[in-house]
């Protein structure tokens, strides 16, 4: 399913908000390379999220380190800080509480993290695609 599209409001509070934050834009958009901004961006190839991916990583000579993978708010990019497995509680499903161990919170939105399966579906995705990246410590 391709993503939303956003409209030129949208689109410049995002580059606004991108330029601010120093962080670098991603975009497949030709027009948006054309447009007034001064921070990073990255025109993306029309290829699937794999070589996009591999593009980016080349192109700002990243290292993949699994272990610093999923260390940040997804909401708010503060870095999470662990809980102790007894403060979640009520506050994760039932479930969760029964199998996970271990649980990090974001310090600004409150938001509670754990591993789950998308941790090792995202390191095996690096590897079915060759891209490489350090092993969990």
């Not at 990255?42 to 980016?56: G, K, M, T, Y």
């Not at 993978?69 to 497995?85: D, F, S, V």
Request: charged share 25%; glycine share 4%; hydrophobic share 40%.
């Amino acid at each position: 399913t391709p993503p939303p599209m956003v409209c030129g409001g949208e689109r410049r509070l995002m580059m606004n908000r991108a330029q601010g934050q120093k962080r670098v834009l991603l975009t497949r958009r030709r027009d948006m390379a054309i447009r007034q901004f001064s921070g990073q961006m990255i025109l993306l190839p029309e290829a699937d999220v794999a070589d996009q991916l591999l593009f980016v990583i080349r192109k700002l000579s990243l290292r993949v380190k699994a272990d610093s993978m999923y260390t940040l708010c997804l909401e708010c990019n503060e870095p999470l800080t662990a809980l102790e497995r007894e403060a979640v509680r009520d506050r994760v499903p039932e479930y969760v509480f029964e199998h996970c161990i271990r649980y990090n919170q974001c310090p600004k939105c409150r938001r509670i993290y754990w591993p789950g399966t998308h941790q090792q579906n995202a390191l095996q995705f690096l590897k079915a695609h060759g891209i490489a990246f350090s092993d969990l410590s």
